[in-house]
Structure formats: C-alpha cells, structure tokens
C-alpha cells in the first residue's frame, strides 16, 4: 500500500543553523511534491511545490529536493529562526491517473531554539 | 475572500448521534478535499470533489460517513451514527483547477465523540 514517512521524532535545532526535513515514499508515482506548515491548531498552509520532472526548488530560506529514484524529498530551512519552529507535513499529488489526489505524511515537528 | 470556512469550529456529541460539518470554499475554486487528523494517524484524505462531482471516497473509513456537496459553495460531512474513534479535527480545503495547485485550509471542526 501507499506509504509516506517522515522524521517522527521532533527536530530541535539552534538558531541560525540548517534544518533538514526528509520525506519519503513508497508505493507512489506522484506528479508533484508540497510541502505545508502547521502551527497549533491552524490548518496547514502551503510552503513549496516541486513538480516530478524537478530536481530542486527554492524559495527564501528555503530549499526543496525531489529525487524519484530514491523516492524522496529533502526540505531545508537556512539560517533557521524560533517562528520557523512549527509541524511541516510532505504532501503527494498524483499520480498521474488522478492527479487531484493529495495524500499527507504525519508530519515532522520543528523546534528551533534561540 | 474570507478563506475556507468550516463550522463548527468545535463538536461535543455523545456516541450514536449525528453530526453534520459544513464547509465553505474559496470561491472559484474547482476542488474541495475533507480531511481528518489525528495524532496516532496523521493527516488522512476521506474524499475529494472536482465540479462538485466526488472523485475519490476511497478514504471514508465506512459506511458511516457520506459526504456531499449540492453546489459549488457548500458541503457536508456527515458521521451517522458517531462513535468515539472517530474523535479528530476535521478539514476542509479547496483549490483552484490546475495540476499541482496548492491547497487553502479551513480552521477545522475539532469533534469529540463522548
């Protein structure tokens, strides 16, 4: 069956420092990989997307890998900072016989300490 | 525009009673996903809507639940009768058409079955 995995436990970093997030799949063919942050009792809001025929995308502080051989993506936060401490969820869409399809990992939590 | 709403916010009901969560979403947005989020299960996918035509209900854990959505501004979720497991946040989110757009979360329906 379809299976997400991300970092179950939390990631606690300092300040300033390069938080790495990996998600990977198994079972899946997505067309396209987001990426979404939630806070405590809020929704998730979209971050990224990278699409199946993408290497890499960036965004600010941000980078997002999408390696389909391996079936996994790597989400980075540079020069990292206490509000970036938050639950960041991978998402898959697709795959291509249902595009409209987005299915969530549990999440890995993010701490980042000043 | 107001994002997606969802109502209620919170749900108290006691086991073998019916709820009913409604949802609002974004206007001119094509998809309308329901979500469910636990801590031992994550962020699960019940069903989701293109044109207001169900696409995929492979998530709805059983019979018990049936969802709808009557026009492009409404729809339900509803759980007949309730049970305790299914204690969880509820979500709601839409998006525009297009392959890889992102998704605008409601605030959720927390509902607990006693």
């Known amino acids: 069956s379809q299976k997400i995995e991300q970092n179950s436990e939390a990631l606690n970093i300092q300040e300033g420092k390069t938080a790495t997030l990996t998600c990977n799949y198994t079972?899946?063919?997505?067309?396209?990989l987001q990426w979404y942050r939630q806070d405590p009792g809020r929704g998730p809001v979209f971050l990224l997307l990278?699409?199946?025929?993408?290497k890499e995308k960036r965004k600010e502080r941000l980078k997002v890998t999408f390696d389909t051989t391996l079936k996994q993506s790597l989400f980075h936060i540079t020069a990292s900072q206490p509000a970036d401490s938050a639950t960041y969820l991978c998402?898959?869409?697709?795959?291509?016989?249902?595009?409209?399809?987005?299915?969530f990992g549990q999440g890995t939590t993010l701490q980042v300490k000043p | 525009d107001a994002g997606v709403i969802q109502s209620p916010r919170h749900e108290v009901t006691e086991m073998g009673q019916e709820v009913t969560l409604r949802c609002k979403p974004i206007?001119?947005?094509?998809?309308l996903f329901w979500y469910r989020q636990t801590m031992m299960r994550g962020l699960e996918l019940l069903i989701y809507?293109?044109?207001?035509?169900?696409?995929?209900d492979s998530g709805m854990p059983e019979d018990r639940f049936s969802a709808k959505m009557p026009n492009a501004s409404f729809s339900t979720l509803k759980i007949q009768p309730s049970e305790p497991r299914d204690s969880a946040v509820y979500f709601c989110?839409?998006?525009?058409?297009?392959?890889?757009?992102?998704?605008?979360f409601g605030s959720g329906t927390q509902l607990s079955v006693l």
């Open positions: 998402a898959l869409g697709g795959p291509s016989s249902n595009t409209g399809k987005l299915i």
């Open positions: 079972n899946y063919s997505p067309a396209y």
């Open positions: 809507f293109n044109n207001n035509v169900p696409i995929d």
């Open positions: 206007s001119g947005h094509d998809y």
């Open positions: 989110a839409s998006r525009p058409s297009g392959r890889g757009e992102k998704l605008f």
């Open positions: 990278i699409r199946e025929n993408e």
